[in-house]
Structures are given as structure tokens and as C-alpha cells.
């Protein structure tokens, strides 16, 4: 790979594909999903806001595990606080009393929360949300914007059709694997359409068991639209389910329904609220939780110790620091300045999204592909040590220099961006183009 300095990411990278699957655990992990060649594919250590690769490179991280990392990498009072509990035991025979406390302190800041279950990752947790929707309603149909997990009874959507484009709702990805006696069980409506929602609810009146939705992700939702999503489920007596795997923590502690004071009947919560240790959780009302005792929702590790001293220690940090307005003031200063940039160099690309996710926006550049033209963009940061998708999740170990180190590693790349559209951009492209591995519902 020309001008590569992460030989030793991509020889591991190689073996790797030849006894994993895909090569990595996760899909946005996958090597295509940045700037193959450039972007490190293999870490060695992080701490606080930046990472050392397996080649010795040292990156500025704003991807931060996907938004799993809220705290900083490796955050002393969370890890502290995870090897004391490692010492008086990681897993009990029995029950530990942690599972209490952690509940206890999710129901005092999440406004849905009432009972409490946990799990290990976002993807269960919405499998397990749906478990429960289906079984308190005991009707099958779910209605859902967003992402969801890898789970059948979500993938089983890919043999239905997006409403906005007519293309499988998760481009890129193949129902293989889920049962096709599923097909319609799971139902993709477009976020912000509300006569779209509607319209699906009389279709299949009496059928459906709950919306399941993200509230936001970067972007705010339009004005009344999760005011009239709420009025919808209650009308029909449908449950709503609020997926804040990616959302919680950073707008609100109590999550995205805290911040917009829309309470739904359960809400999926996982990734930050334990800084990067597994953890997740599914919380709700009496009235729909309790009948999650009947069911058989069950496993070994959900209770495990690690996660729930972490999650603890996170919460607890989060509340203490003042966390709401640190984001939003970091926020806010970052879009500033990265729109300082995009403004003076008049590329068609810009800043958007809300203060604690902001995500580089780019319109159609002289008619190039936008994948060619982001793929450049990443290539070059990368080169400059800054590793980044776009999409940008600080952490409050974040400082003003990264800001800084950010904006001029973007000016640099912009002023290298002019020269390549003026000319031949593939000329200047190391890498091959990134590809997106599905296309979500909802920015």
C-alpha cells in the first residue's frame, strides 16, 4: 500500500480474514469502512482522547469506539473502581447487590425507568425489549425507525422494502440466515413522516405490539414529531420503545427523553453508560416490565460485576462533572470552528447535527461520487494522525488543542480536496473507496 504506515495493521489484517469472518467482530470495524491503507486497524493502547495503533502510530480518536467511549479511553475512576470489583470477584454464584444499585440510580435519572433488566450489548437489549412488547401486547408486529442490532426479528425487515427508497431498508446487507416466516413481522417507517407512521398503524390495526424507534441520533427531531409519535402508540394502545444506544448519556443523563421530555413505555440503553465495558440495559414501566418475569429472559452474564461497577462509576462521574453542559459547550465551540473551515474553503461541506454529535455534512462536490470525496477526506486525516469517520463522538477527556489539532489537520486536507477536484481526484486517492456497510433510517 503506497505511503502506508501501518504495515504491521495490515499484515494482522490478512491473517485475520482468513479464520474470522468478515475479519472483526463488528461491521464498522471492517477496514473498508475508512481509509483502507491509512486508517489503523489494530490498537495497542488508548488513553484519554487518543490511541496508539500496533505500528506505533499515535491517532487523535473521534471515533472513540462508536460512541461507546464517553469518559476518555481508560478513565482512572472508572477502571479504578472496575479492578476493585475485579479483586472481591468479577461474577458471584449468587446475586450481587450492585444489580440493585445500578437499577436504582438509572430509575432516579431515566424518566421511563421504573424496573430495571440488564444485558451485555445494545443489540439483545432491543431483542429483549421486543420479547417483552410482544408478550405484554401478545400481538407481533413492530413498527421501527433506526437501528436496531443484528437480531432475526429485526433483519427479517430485509425482505420488505424502505419506504423512502424502495431498496431493503439495510442496503448492503443480505437477510441470510433469518427465517422468511418472519417477512412482515418487522415493519420500517420514515423518520419525521408522521402520516407515514400513521398510515402503517391502520394498515395493520390490532396487529401491532410496539413502535420501536431512535429518538435522534445527530440530528434533533422535527418539531412535534416524538410529541405525535407518543399521542400515535397511546391512541392505539401500542407500546413505545426508545432505542438510546447511541443517543443516551451525552444530551441528558437521563437520555434523549430527559432532554426532549418525551417518556415512552421502555427505552434500550448500552455503549457509554459504562464507558467501553460490556453493558446494557433494558428499563420501562411496572405495567409492561413486571411481565417480563414470566418470560423466559435469561443469561449468565447480564449480572456479571465488571459492567455494573462501571456503569455505576460512569453515571456517577457523568452527574458529578457536570456532564449535559460540558458537552454542549464543548459541542458548540467544535462546530464553530470546524465551520470556520468548511466556510472559507467553500467545498460544499459543513458541520451539522447537535452540539454532543456533530457530523461532517457533505453536499455533491463537481459532480464526484460523495463516498470518493469523503474517502480522500479520511485518508488525508488519517495521514495527520486524526482518525475519524465524520461522525464525531467527543469525550470528556477531549480537549481545546484536539479541537485545534483537528481544525488544522481539515484545513490541510481541504486545501488538498481543492487541488483534486480541480484535476483528477482518483490521482490523489491511496485507498479504496469506503463503503458504508448498510444505510440507516435515521441520521
Not at 431483542?127 to 436496531?148: C, E, N, Q
Request: glycine share 6%; proline share 4%; net charge neutral.
Amino acid at each position: 500500500m503506497k505511503n502506508s504506515k501501518i504495515n504491521k495493521s495490515l499484515d494482522t489484517y490478512k491473517k485475520a480474514k482468513k479464520i474470522i469472518p468478515g475479519g472483526t467482530q463488528l461491521v464498522s470495524r471492517r477496514s473498508s469502512q475508512f481509509a483502507h491503507g491509512f486508517n489503523p486497524i489494530y490498537g495497542f493502547n488508548a488513553k484519554g482522547s487518543h490511541f496508539t495503533d500496533i505500528d506505533g502510530n499515535i491517532f487523535l480518536d473521534w471515533v472513540n469506539a462508536f460512541s461507546s467511549i464517553i469518559l476518555g479511553h481508560a478513565n482512572e475512576t472508572v477502571d479504578k473502581a472496575v479492578k476493585r470489583q475485579i479483586d472481591m470477584g468479577s461474577i458471584f454464584t449468587v446475586n450481587s447487590p450492585l444489580e440493585i444499585e445500578l437499577a436504582e440510580l438509572l430509575i432516579d435519572n431515566i424518566p421511563s425507568a421504573e424496573m430495571v433488566r440488564y444485558t451485555k450489548g445494545g443489540g439483545e437489549a432491543c431483542a429483549m425489549a421486543i420479547r417483552i412488547a410482544r408478550g405484554v401486547t401478545k400481538k407481533d408486529k413492530i413498527l421501527f425507525s433506526g437501528y436496531h442490532g443484528w437480531h432475526d426479528w429485526y433483519q427479517s425487515a430485509n425482505y420488505l422494502t424502505n419506504p423512502d427508497d424502495g431498496e431493503f431498508p439495510f442496503a448492503g446487507i443480505e437477510p441470510i440466515g433469518v427465517p422468511k416466516v418472519l417477512a412482515g413481522t418487522a415493519i420500517p417507517f420514515s423518520y419525521g413522516d408522521i402520516n407515514n407512521l400513521e398510515k402503517l398503524m391502520e394498515e395493520n390495526k390490532d396487529q401491532i405490539a410496539a413502535v420501536i424507534m431512535e429518538p435522534m441520533r445527530s440530528d434533533y427531531p422535527p418539531k412535534n414529531y416524538l410529541e405525535n409519535v407518543r399521542k400515535i402508540t397511546k391512541n392505539n394502545n401500542v407500546i413505545l420503545i426508545f432505542d438510546e444506544v447511541t443517543s443516551g448519556w451525552r444530551i441528558s443523563v437521563g437520555g434523549t427523553q430527559k432532554f426532549l421530555k418525551i417518556t415512552p413505555d421502555i427505552s434500550i440503553f448500552s455503549k457509554a453508560m459504562s464507558n467501553g465495558y460490556p453493558m446494557g440495559t433494558v428499563v420501562g414501566t411496572h405495567k409492561v416490565m413486571d411481565m417480563a418475569s414470566r418470560m423466559f429472559i435469561s443469561s449468565s452474564y447480564w449480572s456479571d460485576n465488571v459492567g455494573l461497577a462501571a456503569s455505576i462509576a460512569t453515571i456517577n462521574t457523568l452527574t458529578k462533572s457536570n456532564s449535559e453542559k460540558w458537552f454542549k459547550d464543548f459541542g458548540k465551540e467544535f462546530k464553530f470552528k470546524i465551520n470556520q473551515v468548511c466556510k472559507s474553503n467553500n467545498l460544499g461541506i459543513s458541520c451539522k447535527g447537535s452540539e454532543t454529535s456533530p457530523y461532517l455534512f457533505f453536499e455533491e462536490i463537481h459532480g464526484y461520487d460523495n463516498n470518493l470525496v469523503k474517502t480522500l477526506c479520511i485518508q488525508e486525516m488519517s495521514k495527520r494522525g486524526i482518525h475519524t469517520n465524520f461522525s464525531f463522538h467527543p469525550t470528556m477527556s477531549h480537549t481545546k488543542k484536539d479541537i485545534e489539532d483537528t481544525v488544522n489537520a481539515l484545513y490541510e486536507t481541504f486545501e488538498i480536496l481543492k487541488k483534486a477536484i480541480n484535476s483528477d481526484i482518483e490521482s490523489y486517492l491511496d485507498a479504496p473507496t469506503t463503503k458504508e456497510p448498510f444505510k440507516r433510517l435515521i441520521h
